[in-house]
């Protein structure tokens, strides 16, 4: 069974890191057939999915076009977990941040099947 | 910011059926599978359907997915109090390099 467990601060003061940790157990972050995400969740944004890390013979990640200046998301093949790097954050980046495995069912289908607990950031100073 | 609409809120009596429906356009439900997500109140989301209309293993015939256009929809029969939660659809944009887009979330009620 494939579990996600997120661990990073629930507070950071504006225009420092979000930094959080997304640690995989029941599968590897170089799998071939899946992709791991940060999504996060504000009642003014509703769910909003931010960027992406995933293997096909060599590393690849997808920002959304929102935080695309912002956001760094990497793999740690050792530890077997990838992080998100939110930089110069602003009280707008409050929101209860998700980590989530999408498995790709075909070359046109996916779905986020596993998700972490959720981490509550809030930015304020 | 969503781009995705939903319904902010449906509710129906137990044992009674509800419909969620969520309004995209070409560029993501027109041309792109549909997942649905269920969100318990101070959980996190759990996929209920995915490629518009299959059921993940353990997720109960009572749930059901279709897709027509530029629509999905939601269904739930036989309503119960643990259904009571917040609906979710998500699907790609194919405008937005990849990017991955959820509606604006449904509210259940059961009466």
């Known amino acids: 069974q494939v579990q996600l467990q997120q661990s990073g601060p629930g507070l950071v003061k504006p225009s420092q890191t979000l930094s959080l940790t997304c640690a995989i157990s029941g599968d590897s972050v170089s799998s071939n057939s899946v992709a791991w995400n940060w999504i996060r969740q504000s009642p003014s944004r509703g769910l909003e999915w931010l960027g992406r890390?995933?293997?096909?013979?060599?590393?690849?990640?997808d920002y959304a076009v929102s935080v695309k200046s912002r956001i760094t998301v990497n793999p740690d093949t050792s530890k077997n977990h990838f992080s998100l790097q939110l930089n110069s954050v602003t009280p707008e980046d409050t929101a209860v941040y998700y980590c989530?495995?999408?498995?790709?069912?075909?070359?046109?289908?996916?779905?986020?099947?596993?998700w972490g607990q959720g981490t509550m950031v809030t930015v304020s100073s | 910011q969503s781009v995705l609409t939903q319904p902010p809120s449906v509710s129906a009596a137990p044992g009674q059926k509800v419909t969620i429906s969520c309004s995209g356009s070409s560029s993501n439900i027109g041309s792109n599978y549909v997942s649905w997500y269920q969100q318990l109140p101070g959980t996190a989301p759990k996929l209920l359907i995915y490629?518009?209309?299959k059921r993940p293993s353990g997720i109960p015939d009572r749930f059901s997915g279709s897709k027509s256009g530029t629509s999905a929809t939601l269904g739930i029969t036989g309503l119960q109090t643990g259904d009571e939660a917040d609906y979710y659809c998500g699907t790609w944009d194919s405008s937005l390099s990849d990017g991955r887009v959820f509606g604006t979330g449904t509210k259940v009620t059961v009466l």
């Open positions: 989530a495995r999408e498995l790709w069912y075909s070359s046109s289908s996916f779905a986020f099947d596993v």
């Open positions: 890390t995933y293997y096909r013979s060599k590393w690849y990640n």
């Open positions: 490629d518009n209309n």
